[in-house]
């Protein structure tokens, strides 16, 4: 069926059958008024209230939606074919908000829906347990916010919070709750009329409970300090775990009255800090409000006004590692802040201007994700240059090249996409992380130097800065693998394939001048070093590459499979040369031809004629390896020395497991088919070709050299 929440209707002028309705779960089309619907599901238009993670290989994220359930699904996948939206799961219904994984185990977890309604899920079996907090006293109402406040504990994987008036704790993952507080809020009657008529009707869905707790902040750095802000303006604290309350709400200068305290950050780092989110836009004050205090609340101070962010304020985040770095999310996008809210800047680059909800940062992989409202969710991969920026500070940009801390790379296995191979443009995709291993860094082409040979170079003589970089891989200080990086101004990012240096295959024709580095072998396991050069300036940092940690990989079977590889990189090198050979020994007669011109002596058409029978030997030799040119359509012979050469490195690299008769007998029958060519090339080249060069000397024509033979290296 459709969404029953209905919001926007339209009716084609032209075609009364044709109706487009947009409800609180997107989107829909009929052409038979209203007999039939498609739900269009390529719009990413999810109105998320909060968004979390989990820690799993790749991690969840998860949150709740306006109206539509609460979901969870991957941050990234290791699957072709982008982010599907049959990959993400709805585990809750109703009005979504908090969604939060069991740190024990992410297979269960929290989600809430509208009036204070919270369950526990499990995602594997569909299992659900509602664990709402009741009030021991039956008299007493229970105020829950439209979007109440929960907050798990980072020190006890079993112990959460929930906020009605009240702040509730369970220490069993809520099943049983205890009240630890009074009644946190200023108990105003006059906001608690909402089972009274407005003139319409009274409100049904607890949209309009006031006078409660929306959010709750559980200091990361001591245990027992708890953080309460209230949708009527009030901030309590406690430092003995809810024994005595302090309200410091009122020591805030200069936010609205009655303003929401939207969000309560506790500071990673220092107990004393918490940094409140107020939102008064509820009374159409869009001024952003967002305070800070280092003190216990005795005192506070502003970290934006509407000359740093426009909009009001919804979201803030400091990140864990680096406390100058913090993130602030308001109704029109994302700010960042790398010295510590002295300033600010919007963010723009891949991220809209967008109703910026909720802020999580995935520890693990120093991903920023983003829940908002009307755009769907959001990852920033990989913050780490943003902490060396805030650490080291802006300057960092001013250095020619700056390469920063690299995230580990996975060795990870990946898999077609489920269901549709080929979506077209009807299926969703979210974007996908790419493959390989992430370097990131910056370059300033404004100071570019290159090392000069003459000391009266003048400025405009100095060489012009280039458009790329020079990235190189070093293992025990050997480089094993050198490729191009791009190098616009500011921020860049580029994939290695975790793998080394190759050797360049045969080929009909000679490589470009400057062609890239072929690829080889995947690379072991282990921490390599990362060189970025730009002129004469490079700057290094480690990365680390680990195998697929949701299986366990052979390490002596990958180093076998090396080995088999370095046998066949000799062969690729043989079968190069010979093939190289060949292609010079057609070069050189093309040019005798040439050099002949138009004679007509006698000589000179016994040299023409010699030359072709050398050329139709070459040509077949190149058929013979290569295959035969100018066929229909797509033509692969199997039977060619290069198909049974290439069949060898397929063998070699589909599969993890140590090599046996499979790879064996390619290995063995490749070195054959390609022992027999080399020894029919080797013979031209000794015998044929030999008696040729010996003509064209003798001629006096022109002057040419005899060809080596090749032979596989042994050693």
Known sequence: GVHPDHHAFWVSATDPSFIIEGNDGGMSITRDKGQTWRFVENLPVA???????????????????????????????????????????????????????????????????????????????????????????????????????????????????????????????????????PDLTTNDPEKQKQMVSGGLTYDATQAENHTTIVSIGVSPVEEGILWVGT????????????????????????????????????????????????????????????????????????????????????????DPTEENLEFIGTEFGLYVSIDDGASWTKWTQGYPTASTMDLAIQEREADLVIGTFGRSAWVLD???????????????????????????????????????????????????????????YAVNPDAYSLESTEENDTDEEKAEAP?????????????IRTFDGPAKKGLNR?????????VRGPSRTAPRKNAPEPRGAAVLPGTYLVRVTYGDTSSETPITIESDPRYEVDLLALKERQAMYAEYEKMIVAAEKMMSRVREAKEIVSTVNASLGDRDDETSKELKKHGKTITDSLSTFQDLYFGEQGKQGIYRDPNTIGSKVG??????????????????????HARLALENMLADVNGFLSGDWTEYVSEVTASDAFRIDALDGVEIENE
């Open 47 to 181: 109105q998320f209230y909060h968004i979390n993670v989990d820690n799993e290989f790749p991690y969840n994220v998860m949150g709740g939606m306006q109206d539509n359930g609460s979901w969870v699904g991957p941050g990234y996948v290791l699957r072709s074919g982008g982010i599907r939206n049959s990959y993400w799961q709805e585990v809750a219904f109703g009005d979504g908000f908090d969604v939060s994984p069991d740190p024990d185990n992410s297979r269960y977890g929290y989600a809430m829906s509208q009036g204070g309604s919270i369950s526990t899920f499990d995602k594997e079996t569909g299992n659900s347990s509602s664990i709402k907090p009741r009030h021991p006293d039956p008299d007493v109402f229970l105020r829950y916010n439209w979007d109440a406040a929960f907050a798990q504990s980072p020190h006890d994987a079993s112990t959460i919070y929930y906020g009605s008036q009240y702040l509730h704790k369970s220490t069993n993952k809520g099943m049983s709750w205890e009240v630890i507080s």
């Open 231 to 318: 949708d009527d303006g009030n901030i309590q604290l406690s430092r003995d775990g809810g024994v005595s309350w302090t309200e410091v709400g009122s020591r805030v200068n200069d936010v609205a009255e009655k303003s929401w305290v939207h969000q309560l950050k506790p500071s990673p780092f220092n107990a004393a800090e918490v940094v409140a989110v107020y939102d008064d836009h509820r009374q159409n004050n869009w001024e952003p409000y967002v305070y800070r205090s280092r003190d216990w609340g005795r005192s506070w101070q502003r970290l934006v006004d509407e000359n740093d962010v426009y909009g009001f304020a919804l979201s803030y985040i400091q």
């Open 382 to 440: 990989d913050i780490r240059p943003l902490r060396t920026l805030a650490s080291e500070g802006a300057s960092v940009l001013d250095e020619a090249v700056r390469v920063f801390p690299t995230p580990t790379a996975y060795q990870a296995s990946n898999i077609q996409a489920e269901g549709t191979r080929f979506k077209a443009d009807a299926i969703y995709a979210g974007q996908n992380r790419g493959a390989g291993a992430r370097i990131t």
């Open 467 to 479: 458009d790329e970089v020079k990235i190189e891989i070093l293992e025990n200080g050997e480089v």
């Open 494 to 502: 580029t994939g290695w394939s975790m793998d080394r240096k190759g």
């Open 647 to 668: 069949g060898a490195r397929g063998a070699i690299f589909s599969s993890k497991r140590p090599p046996n008769t499979p790879e064996q007998w390619a290995m063995s």
